[in-house]
């Protein structure tokens, strides 16, 4: 079973700044199987990044997915009062696994 | 405009049983692999299980294997989660999800409270 690791488990910036999220897998996985997910409180989650760097509908280009291998990275490169909120990472294939969350606050 | 509704949630006792069903709007529901995926409220995000576009494929989490399964109608444009001996640690809000290579949608949740 693949374990994914993210970290930092909270980041505190101020908007503005660039905030960097990393995920790190157990095992080598395929580009074409690393999502990252925006969660409110309150709401369900929202796909963001799919396939390690592809943005989903409607997704600004101040969000970028990258990596490969073992080690993923969600970038937001000018945080905006609407990002603060938690992201998860999610490895797909067949089933699912998600890391453990990164809470980005102000 | 897609809409996915869960029910069935509520208060069950440890060791019973609850049906969960999703209700899809808006979309194709056979066009969809569908998950469900829980979440304690406050907690992190856990899959649970999968069924494929037309029913026949299932894979689930070790942790509710052998007592969970899902299934779909695309007649109806539903999918199931069928929970049977329930545990405490069983208790979340349980989403639908309904999946294509690069997008998905995701039901608003039901909360299942397992608790004597």
């Known amino acids: 079973e693949i374990v994914l690791t993210q970290s930092p488990g909270t980041l505190s910036l101020s908007p503005g700044e660039r905030a960097t999220v990393s995920c790190r897998t157990s095992?080598?996985?395929?580009?074409?199987?690393l999502a990252w997910y925006q969660q409110k409180p309150g709401q369900a989650p929202r796909l963001f990044i799919y396939d390690t760097s592809s943005r989903a509908t409607g997704i600004p280009d101040r969000f970028s997915g990258s990596g490969s291998g073992t080690d993923f990275t969600l970038t937001i490169s000018r945080l905006e009062p609407a990002d603060f909120a938690v992201y998860y990472c999610?490895?797909?294939?067949?089933?699912?696994?998600f890391g453990q969350g990164t809470k980005v606050e102000i | 405009e897609v809409q996915l509704v869960e029910s069935g949630g509520g208060l069950v006792q440890p060791g019973g049983s609850l049906r969960l069903s999703c209700a899809a709007s808006?979309?194709?529901?056979?066009?969809?692999?569908m998950h469900w995926v829980r979440q304690v409220p406050g907690k992190g995000l856990v899959w649970v299980s999968r069924?494929?576009?037309?029913?026949?494929?299932?894979i689930y989490a070790d942790s509710v294997k052998g007592r969970f399964t899902i299934s779909r109608d695309n007649a109806k444009n539903t999918v199931s989660l069928q929970m049977s001996s329930l545990r405490a640690d069983d208790s979340a809000v349980y989403y639908c999800?309904?999946?294509?290579?690069?997008?998905?949608?995701w039901g608003q949740g039901t909360l299942v409270t397992v608790s004597s």
């Open positions: 999800v309904a999946t294509t290579p690069s997008s998905d949608y």
């Open positions: 095992q080598s996985v395929s580009s074409n199987s």
């Open positions: 999610l490895h797909y294939s067949g089933s699912w696994t």
């Open positions: 069924v494929n576009s037309d029913g026949r494929s299932t």
């Open positions: 808006g979309l194709i529901l056979s066009d969809h692999w």
